[in-house]
């Protein structure tokens, strides 16, 4: 069964350092999505991406967050200078359509800023 | 702006007994679809059962089923016999159709942590 792919599992990385999460969508999917989950807390939505542009952003997703799909299969999650409370799970998730259907979301990756 | 409230911090249930989460949302759109996830310790986000909106029946996914009151806003899930492997955070999600709003994002409640007792 076609998956989202999250690399790596668990990052760990210095305050201030710039890290890139990455994410492999299912094949066919066009439209694709960041969700942070701070530990112990509610999933939060911060962007979602379709046909190489943002279609939506939320308040947490500033200018330190950038995303990118640089080739036809990736989608990347770029933290320019990490803080401390950066440290979450992030989720990818990927959807075939906007419409009628759901998103599938990655096992995710566990950013840690110490 | 839409809402999901999971008034339930935890549950426990007897392994094989049936147990039901609790879910309210808010919203002024009609149309819309409404999720519940399971994430086991691993924190993976696994689907367990989806409702759309429109459809009155209620979904059903083997021993997972929702009781979906579109009037009274409100989307509980039951699990029927009850197992070990069960035991996890169930997360209610609420997704708009977009047609007024625009908007594709999932919006989820702050999840209920079920236990399963041997």
């Known amino acids: 069964e076609p998956e989202v792919t999250q690399t790596p599992s668990h990052q760990v990385t210095q305050m201030g350092q710039e890290v890139i999460l990455r994410c492999v969508p299912i094949?066919?999917?066009?439209?694709f999505y960041w969700y942070r989950q701070i530990l112990g807390q509610k999933v939060e939505f911060l962007v979602s991406?379709?046909?190489?542009?943002?279609?939506?952003k939320s308040e947490i997703f500033d200018d330190q967050f950038s995303v990118e799909r640089p080739d036809g299969s990736n989608f990347t999650l770029k933290i320019r200078s990490t803080k401390l409370e950066d440290s979450a799970m992030y989720f990818c998730?990927?959807?075939?359509?906007?419409?009628?259907?759901?998103?599938?979301f990655g096992q995710g990756t566990r950013l840690t800023v110490v | 702006a839409q809402t999901v409230t999971q008034s339930q911090p935890e549950m426990s249930v007897q392994e094989a007994e049936t147990v039901t989460l609790s879910c309210t949302y808010d919203?002024?759109?009609?149309?819309?679809?409404l999720f519940w996830y399971k994430q086991p310790p691993s924190r993976q986000m696994i689907l367990v059962i989806r409702?759309?909106?429109?459809?009155?029946q209620n979904a059903t996914e083997n021993r997972f089923s929702v009781n979906f009151q579109k009037a009274a806003k409100s989307f509980s899930l039951k699990i029927s016999d009850s197992q070990l492997g069960d035991a996890a955070m169930y997360f209610c999600?609420?997704?708009?159709?977009?047609?007024?709003?625009?908007?594709?994002?999932?919006?989820f409640g702050t999840g209920t942590r079920l236990k399963v007792l041997a």
């Open positions: 998730a990927s959807s075939e359509r906007q419409k009628n259907t759901e998103a599938f």
């Open positions: 094949s066919n999917h066009l439209y």
């Open positions: 991406f379709y046909n190489n542009e943002i279609s939506e």
């Open positions: 919203t002024s759109e009609s149309d819309y679809y």
């Open positions: 409702q759309e909106a429109y459809k009155q």
């Open positions: 999600a609420y997704r708009s159709a977009g047609h007024t709003s625009g908007t594709y994002k999932y919006i």
